[in-house]
């Protein structure tokens, strides 16, 4: 990871770091992903090999900034969803200063209806990082996606728990997943597709 990535990505955080502490609606708050989760993303990212990577829910991008790294030295290409045109715009922004942008394409919507238009076994790695309570609706949807191979990561698996704990029981009960989760972070949940 260049300098550069790695100075945007600092200044988002310290930026959003600031915004959070004075909102208290947690919907407008920034939310970005801790840099040792941010860490492990492009780790997973590289040492996979992974080249079609989906993300679910931008935020400002600084997961997206991680990820589109990863797969800038893979030769891959990053998705992003999110429900927020106005985040994504900010992500774009953090994108382009980061000369990163050319390795992403933005969707804006729901993150269950983009995992549902994505064919099947197309996914080398997809990340879930958006409204929690919505991840059962999604299924069987993140694990069809998947190549075998493929690797699901979901954040906030310690912080929010009880909000991850109905898709991690539907991971738990697939017998195609293998899975773990990791103090990284929030807490990530990792699921590897076998077949």
């Known amino acids: 990871m260049d300098e550069t990535v790695t100075a945007v990505i600092d200044d988002v955080v310290a930026r959003a770091a600031a915004h959070d502490a004075d909102e208290p609606d947690r919907l407008r708050r920034w939310r970005v992903l801790e840099p040792d989760a941010g860490r492990l993303l492009w780790f997973l990212v590289q040492s996979s090999g992974a080249r079609d990577v989906v993300e679910i829910g931008t935020s400002h991008g600084v997961s997206t900034l991680w990820l589109a790294d990863a797969v800038r030295s893979t030769g891959g290409h990053l998705s992003s969803v999110d429900a927020d045109p106005d985040v994504q715009d900010a992500a774009l ?44 609706g999604w299924w069987p949807h993140p694990v069809r996606v998947l190549r075998p191979g493929g690797v699901l990561v979901v954040d906030n698996a310690f912080s929010h728990a009880d909000e991850v704990a109905p898709l991690a029981a539907l991971i738990d009960e697939h017998p195609g997943l293998t899975s773990t989760t990791v103090a990284v972070g929030k807490g990530e949940l990792l699921a590897l597709r076998s077949r």
């Open 93 to 136: 922004a953090n994108l382009v200063r980061a000369g990163l942008d050319a390795h992403v394409t933005f969707g804006t919507g729901d993150g269950g209806a983009a995992l549902a238009g994505l064919d099947e076994q197309s996914v080398d790695l997809l990340f879930l990082d958006a409204e929690r309570t919505e991840y059962p």
